[in-house]
């Protein structure tokens, strides 16, 4: 089960719940315009520029867009931001941007304020969903899901929680000579985990709220007020979860990646120079050129191997060091060797219909502006961290890591991590 929904007392005190079918929605009635927004002001204190910073490949605020793109449950979508990187990010995901003034701008500025200000610049907006960059773990059928208890069941805010089994104790100042207590056990009974329901805490993803509490009230949850309960799995808050490694892997394993089905790669491209090398020639007194290559880079084809993956080196007739490399490569670790020139998409081409192969089957690893063709056809594609920003715009995931220090490893892992998603979502029909 991946949610449950429950209502709270609204502003008068009666607790909600689905109401009957003469007050829902009728049929015919004017649709009213629903804009999904999200908040992403440059100036973040715990991690600089953080709603662009890269997570598993993506902008933080990517996951969110596409969450809320592929919903199909908004007449427009939004990014409220102060910053022109961010402002360029949203716009490559598809986003409007509404530049906030320098007044909702500020670190004492509130939720509220810059949503009062989007509302007042687009009168044709009646319920707004916040949705925060922060939350990358969100699905389209959270929103959908979300949204249904505002149209469909009458509520004029609801908002989304996380069941927490933890227990709470007073706080006691230090030198005040208190004594704690507890706030939500007896310790004369404490229960068991499964025998306690827990307790219901905002997780930050979303909140739903109409234009008249928004603008009326000055509230994001009043009215008849209702949350939506989200499994643990999908409330990762990058506010709270500062270590990010962690949080990628959360992302990675939980996270939204799109309509289709995660590719399933059976051929990979990997360009030697730049990817399995760290671009560096080093020479010797006596005129020879070496390149170095990293063991961690050589596991990650085995394991691609080991898997049914089959890895095809690239180099370039241009760079015949690497060429020289990726020869003594192939024997080291089975793979064919193949040399392209100024446009490698030319002759890999036509390598993918030889082998009965479409290009979604396909990954391809490249580092430079002439892999850029390559990097935008293949079903999966990568760049090393140091790779230049052509690169890195054209490819669907960028590496921590840089040529020749564990990028071909790293994508290697992605790219079996796809594998595995594919095939939990063929065994359990798992729907987005």
């Known amino acids: 089960m991946a949610s449950r929904k429950r209502s709270l007392p609204g502003a008068n005190g009666q607790r909600g719940g689905p109401l009957p079918d003469s007050k829902q929605v009728k049929a015919g009635r004017k649709k009213r315009h629903v804009a999904a927004l999200i908040l992403a002001r440059g100036g973040s204190k715990g991690i600089p520029l953080k709603n662009v910073k890269?997570?598993?490949?993506?902008?933080?605020?990517?996951?969110?867009?596409?969450?809320?793109?592929?919903?199909?449950?908004?007449?427009?979508?939004?990014?409220s931001t102060d910053h022109d990187e961010i402002e360029r990010v949203a716009k490559s995901w598809g986003a409007k941007v509404h530049?906030?003034?320098?007044?909702?701008?500020?670190?004492s500025s509130t939720s509220l304020e810059t949503i009062q200000e989007f509302v007042?610049?687009?009168?044709?907006?009646?319920?707004?969903?916040?949705?925060?960059?922060?939350?990358?773990?969100?699905?389209?059928?959270?929103?959908?899901?979300?949204l249904e208890m505002i149209t469909l069941q009458g509520f004029d805010s609801v908002f989304s929680v996380v069941r927490r089994h933890q227990f709470r104790w007073q706080e006691v100042k230090a030198?005040?000579?208190?004594?704690t207590k507890p706030f939500n056990l007896d310790p004369t009974k404490r229960p068991r985990r499964q025998d306690w329901d827990g307790e219901l805490c905002e997780n930050g993803s979303?909140?739903?709220?109409?234009?008249?509490?928004?603008?009326?009230e000055g509230l994001l949850q009043g009215g008849k007020v209702a949350y939506y309960e989200m499994l643990p799995e999908y409330s990762v808050?990058?506010?709270v979860d500062i270590d990010w490694p962690v949080a990628e892997q959360r992302v990675l394993r939980y996270g939204y990646f799109g309509r289709a089905t995660p590719e399933v790669v059976r051929l990979l491209f990997c360009k030697v120079s730049g990817c399995l090398t760290e671009g560096r020639i080093f020479l010797s007194a006596s005129g020879g050129e070496m390149l170095s290559i990293n063991t961690r880079d050589t596991t990650g084809i085995r394991m691609l191997r080991r898997e049914d993956v089959e890895v095809v080196l690239?180099?370039?007739?241009?760079?015949?060091?690497?060429?020289?490399?990726?020869?003594?490569?192939?024997?080291?670790t089975g793979c064919q060797v193949v040399q392209v020139g100024e446009e490698p998409l030319e002759v890999l081409d036509s390598m993918v219909t030889e082998?009965?192969?479409?290009?979604?089957?396909?990954?391809?690893?490249?580092?430079?502006?002439?892999?850029v063709k390559c990097l935008n056809v293949a079903g999966l594609s990568a760049v090393p961290g140091d790779a230049p920003v052509v690169a890195i715009n054209a490819a669907k995931y960028t590496c921590h890591s840089v040529g020749g220090r564990g990028a071909t490893r790293e994508f290697a892992e992605h790219i079996l991590l796809q594998k595995q998603k594919a095939k939990s979502q063929m065994t359990q029909g798992g729907g987005v």
């Open 54 to 79: 890269m997570l598993a490949g993506v902008p933080l605020l990517g996951w969110a867009l596409r969450a809320a793109t592929d919903s199909d449950a908004f007449d427009s979508v939004w990014v």
């Open 99 to 107: 530049r906030r003034s320098p007044e909702v701008s500020k670190d």
């Open 120 to 146: 007042r610049s687009n009168p044709e907006v009646e319920v707004v969903c916040n949705i925060q960059a922060t939350a990358p773990c969100l699905h389209p059928f959270h929103v959908r899901e979300a």
């Open 175 to 179: 030198g005040s000579g208190g004594l």
């Open 206 to 216: 979303l909140y739903f709220t109409t234009r008249e509490l928004i603008m009326s």
């Open 237 to 239: 808050d990058i506010d």
């Open 314 to 332: 690239v180099t370039s007739s241009e760079d015949p060091v690497a060429q020289s490399l990726a020869e003594k490569l192939g024997k080291r």
């Open 355 to 371: 082998k009965h192969l479409r290009w979604k089957d396909v990954a391809y690893m490249g580092n430079d502006e002439p892999d």
